[in-house]
């Protein structure tokens, strides 16, 4: 771009993408001097590396330092402790700083990436909203460039042959179907040109309506970032359907590589931050020596807690290793677990929450599974149990990989993720040839603030769908599955009674003695429920008093504390430094669901969200973490009610599926944290107290 020979010294990039790493070069004053560019290929180091020797044969390090040197996208973190990063950052901040030093007054910003797709909001020169899509790929780049290879069309070429044209109708919900509609637009005779550019018009419609959503958009112009926004025709899309200029920069497909320059220089030559040097200017970069890096790395299961954290260890030229990934963000070296306080309530509620009783005089063996309201009512059933004297066993609190491998080998339908694993979890405990006790839980208690309080028809038919699929799996569970109907809006007699019908033929007790025991266990669990709610209330008042963020996690009780379907994402945020509260450790306030219009709405686990929600809209220092499920048909809507609660205060919204990979949660997370610190910067403070 400029002539960078005769510079002294410069600030560097690098956005390591799934698809393509890029690097950009710049002076200190953040003017753009060189970029390059090269197809990831599934190993970030190897591209790295021949990106550092294409920039190496381009400038004379004696005579040009880099002086700074950030790493942003997928492979930030592997890349910048191999070669030294001053900065390791997020992408969406990244690409929010970058194009702020470029525009000032940004507002919105679309950013298209080779396979995510993202959109993020500014405010007063900060992040301050942000969205990502999920496991979508319709509204991609890569998806325009695989239908403009199959329509031998040059992926460059798509803007010039598409204008002017007005293009056929096509679907934007996902790539399936909008390639069936490519077919069947064929085959009725439109041309080529006609169907690429239906597929830019439906790109931007999925981009839209999944990435951008009901969220603010500056009515006057928009800010399109990303390679894809060198494609004329999904620029033309975006002004066509938005009525609104939108802006490209020259530098879009390395402005995520621009911002993280920019930031690596702020960390190197601000104060309080400034480092000494060590041996190549001001910056940890290891230069020329990036180009011949030998690399050696392994992965190791720390066993010192039930995280089971997968370790990543890199060392360069035989040199001392680095590693990363301790969930509980113990320092490497360290032998022993770290305890954080910004995950007391969590470990502590665990703590109470898996203790067992003594019992006099055992009569048998019972198994619960660790699945959807399980997580919920274990203590109720386990206590029960006790005073009748029979032992529970759980199956794993942690839904293993076995477990999900024996759900998919066992479910017959595409049911949503905890579902699927409740029937591992269920095949565990079957497996122990011990009867299994899993309840068909319709409603929780009646209030008075909303019409009902039901389950969602999942979880409600659960224990059916689980007794079927074992049973069509060739398991013999004649006589060995439970299932009481619950229904809590019931004198609690009732369900003793189903109860007492369902274990009869296995457990020879009188009815009285187990409607007692229902009795006296569902007393002590609302004790428990009541306990708990004052800890958490007295923990989030102190947090606030002191003047302390506070993340309070939302969601159905297996996203909040299952590790194997939230990934540990409540203590990855504990481990960056922020305290952490699950939301069924407040004391919600559903009475005011009554005066709203959420008084109809019959799901008892969306009051509980809902609640949360207010509760976090309400409070100054409290932001929302929803957990929610991929395909979960009640936060199908319930999410945009928690949209429309929070408008105007961040709110991060995590989509759980069957992935193991914890790399795409990681970045909303941090990204989200820089939206909650801008923030706090440029909040109007209210007068709301807990």
Same mark, same amino acid.
């Given at each position: 771009?400029?002539?960078?020979?005769?510079?002294?010294?410069?600030?560097?990039?690098?956005?390591?993408?799934?698809?393509?790493?890029?690097?950009?070069?710049?002076?200190?004053?953040?003017?753009?001097?060189?970029?390059?560019?090269?197809?990831?290929?599934?190993?970030?180091?190897?591209?790295?590396?021949?990106?550092?020797?294409?920039?190496?044969?381009?400038?004379?390090?004696?005579?040009?330092?880099?002086?700074?040197?950030?790493?942003?996208?997928?492979?930030?973190?592997?890349?910048?402790?191999?070669?030294?990063?001053?900065?390791?950052?997020?992408?969406?901040?990244?690409?929010?700083?970058?194009?702020?030093?470029?525009?000032?007054?940004?507002?919105?910003?679309?950013?298209?990436?080779?396979?995510?797709?993202?959109?993020?909001?500014?405010?007063?020169?900060?992040?301050?909203?942000?969205?990502?899509?999920?496991?979508?790929?319709?509204?991609?780049?890569?998806?325009?460039?695989?239908?403009?290879?199959?329509?031998?069309?040059?992926?460059?070429?798509?803007? !010039?042959?598409?204008?002017?044209?007005?293009?056929?109708?096509?679907?934007?919900?996902?790539?399936?179907?909008?390639?069936?509609?490519?077919?069947?637009? !064929?085959?009725?005779?439109?041309?080529?040109?006609?169907?690429?550019?239906?597929?830019?018009?439906?790109?931007?419609?999925?981009?839209?309506?999944?990435?951008?959503?009901?969220?603010?958009?500056?009515?006057?112009?928009?800010?399109?970032?990303?390679?894809?926004?060198?494609?004329?025709?999904?620029?033309?899309?975006?002004?066509?359907?938005?009525?609104?200029?939108?802006?490209?920069?020259?530098?879009?497909?390395?402005?995520?590589?621009?911002?993280?320059?920019?930031?690596?220089?702020?960390?190197?030559?601000?104060?309080?931050?400034?480092?000494?040097?060590?041996?190549?200017?001001?910056?940890?970069?290891?230069?020329?020596?990036?180009?011949?890096?030998?690399?050696?790395?392994?992965?190791?299961?720390?066993?010192?807690?039930?995280?089971?954290?997968?370790?990543?260890?890199?060392?360069?030229?035989?040199?001392?290793?680095?590693?990363?990934?301790?969930?509980?963000?113990?320092?490497?070296?360290?032998?022993?677990?770290?305890?954080?306080?910004?995950?007391?309530?969590?470990?502590?509620?665990?703590?109470?929450?898996?203790?067992?009783?003594?019992?006099?005089?055992?009569?048998?063996?019972?198994?619960?599974?660790?699945?959807?309201?399980?997580?919920?009512?274990?203590?109720?059933?386990?206590?029960?149990?006790?005073?009748?004297?029979?032992?529970?066993?759980?199956?794993?609190?942690? #839904?293993?990989?076995?477990?999900?491998?024996?759900?998919?080998?066992?479910?017959?339908?595409?049911?949503?993720?905890?579902?699927?694993?409740?029937?591992?979890?269920?095949?565990?405990? #079957?497996?122990?040839?011990?009867?299994?006790?899993?309840?068909?839980?319709?409603?929780?208690?009646?209030?008075?603030?909303?019409?009902?309080?039901?389950?969602?028809?999942?979880?409600?038919?659960?224990?059916?769908?689980?007794?079927?699929?074992?049973?069509?799996?060739?398991?013999?569970?004649?006589?060995?599955?439970?299932?009481?109907?619950?229904?809590?809006? !019931?004198?609690?007699?009732?369900?003793?009674?189903?109860?007492?019908?369902?274990?009869?033929?296995?457990?020879?007790?009188?009815?009285?003695?187990?409607?007692?025991?229902?009795?006296?266990?569902?007393?002590?669990?609302?004790?428990?429920?009541?306990?708990?709610?004052?800890?958490?209330?007295?923990?989030?008042?102190?947090?606030?008093?002191?003047?302390?963020?506070?993340?309070?996690?939302?969601?159905?009780?297996?996203?909040?504390?299952?590790?194997?379907?939230?990934?540990?994402?409540?203590?990855?945020?504990?481990?960056?430094?922020?305290?952490?509260?699950?939301?069924?450790?407040?004391?919600?306030?559903?009475?005011?669901?009554?005066? #709203?219009?959420?008084?109809?709405?019959?799901?008892?686990?969306?009051?509980?969200?809902?609640?949360?929600?207010?509760?976090?809209?309400?409070?100054?220092?409290?932001?929302?973490?929803?957990?929610?499920?991929?395909?979960?048909?009640?936060?199908?809507?319930?999410?945009?009610?928690?949209?429309?609660?929070?408008?105007?205060?961040?709110?991060?919204?995590?989509? !759980?599926?069957?992935?193991?990979?914890?790399?795409?949660?990681?970045?909303?997370?941090?990204?989200?944290?820089?939206?909650?610190?801008?923030?706090?910067?440029?909040?109007?403070?209210?007068?709301?107290?807990?």
């Amino acid at each position: 771009h400029n002539d960078i020979k005769n510079i002294k010294e410069v600030i560097m990039g690098m956005d390591i993408g799934s698809t393509s790493t890029k690097i950009a070069v710049l002076s200190t004053e953040g003017t753009p001097l060189l970029d390059i560019y090269r197809k990831t290929g599934g190993d970030p180091v190897s591209a790295a590396k021949k990106v550092f020797k294409a920039l190496f044969s381009t400038i004379n390090p004696v005579k040009t330092k880099i002086i700074a040197f950030g790493t942003t996208g997928s492979g930030r973190k592997l890349v910048g402790e191999v070669f030294g990063a001053d900065s390791i950052v997020n992408e969406i901040t990244a690409h929010g700083k970058g194009a702020t030093s470029f525009f000032p007054d940004v507002e919105t910003i679309f950013e298209i990436g080779g396979q995510d797709a993202k959109y993020i909001s500014v405010k007063n020169g900060f992040v301050n909203d942000v969205n990502m899509n999920y496991v979508c790929a319709a509204g991609t780049g890569s998806f325009v460039e695989e239908q403009a290879r199959k329509l031998d069309i040059p992926v460059q070429n798509a803007g !010039l042959v598409t204008e002017g044209i007005e293009p056929p109708v096509t679907s934007d919900r996902c790539t399936v179907f909008m390639e069936q509609d490519i077919r069947a637009l !064929l085959k009725q005779g439109y041309t080529k040109e006609e169907v690429l550019a239906s597929v830019l018009y439906s790109v931007t419609k999925n981009y839209l309506n999944r990435v951008v959503g009901n969220r603010k958009i500056n009515g006057k112009k928009i800010f399109f970032q990303g390679a894809t926004a060198r494609n004329k025709g999904l620029v033309a899309a975006f002004e066509n359907l938005l009525g609104v200029e939108v802006v490209v920069s020259p530098f879009c497909h390395v402005m995520g590589c621009i911002g993280a320059a920019l930031i690596a220089h702020d960390e190197v030559v601000s104060p309080p931050l400034v480092k000494e040097e060590i041996g190549r200017g001001f910056s940890s970069f290891i230069g020329p020596d990036s180009v011949n890096l030998e690399i050696n790395s392994r992965t190791e299961i720390c066993k010192l807690c039930n995280n089971f954290c997968r370790i990543n260890f890199i060392s360069a030229n035989g040199g001392k290793e680095t590693s990363w990934g301790y969930m509980c963000g113990r320092e490497p070296g360290m032998n022993t677990r770290k305890e954080m306080n910004e995950f007391t309530l969590f470990r502590e509620r665990k703590s109470e929450f898996y203790k067992t009783g003594k019992i006099e005089g055992e009569k048998g063996k019972i198994g619960i599974p660790m699945a959807l309201t399980n997580h919920t009512y274990l203590p109720l059933w386990r206590e029960m149990f006790d005073l009748l004297g029979i032992k529970t066993e759980i199956s794993s609190p942690v #839904t293993s990989t076995r477990i999900k491998d024996e759900s998919s080998k066992h479910s017959s339908s595409d049911f949503c993720f905890p579902l699927k694993v409740s029937i591992g979890h269920a095949a565990e405990l #079957t497996g122990r040839d011990i009867p299994v006790f899993f309840p068909s839980m319709i409603a929780a208690e009646q209030t008075m603030d909303t019409a009902i309080s039901f389950f969602c028809p999942y979880v409600e038919s659960a224990s059916s769908v689980i007794k079927s699929t074992l049973k069509k799996s060739g398991m013999d569970i004649t006589g060995k599955f439970m299932e009481p109907v619950i229904d809590f809006r !019931l004198p609690p007699e009732k369900n003793g009674e189903y109860i007492y019908e369902s274990i009869k033929k296995v457990f020879q007790f009188k009815k009285r003695e187990v409607v007692k025991a229902f009795k006296e266990a569902y007393r002590k669990f609302n004790e428990q429920v009541k306990d708990n709610n004052a800890k958490g209330e007295k923990y989030l008042k102190e947090h606030i008093d002191a003047g302390k963020p506070v993340f309070l996690l939302v969601g159905r009780p297996y996203n909040l504390y299952d590790k194997g379907i939230n990934l540990g994402i409540p203590e990855t945020v504990a481990s960056m430094g922020w305290p952490v509260i699950p939301m069924d450790m407040l004391d919600l306030d559903t009475k005011q669901l009554e005066k #709203t219009n959420y008084w109809n709405l019959f799901w008892n686990y969306g009051q509980k969200i809902i609640s949360a929600i207010k509760r976090a809209a309400k409070e100054d220092m409290v932001f929302p973490i929803y957990l929610t499920n991929f395909s979960c048909g009640p936060d199908s809507f319930i999410l945009s009610y928690a949209e429309e609660e929070m408008k105007g205060k961040p709110m991060l919204i995590l989509e !759980l599926d069957e992935h193991d990979s914890d790399g795409g949660y990681r970045t909303r997370i941090e990204a989200y944290i820089d939206v909650v610190k801008s923030y706090l910067k440029t909040r109007p403070v209210s007068d709301s107290k807990t």
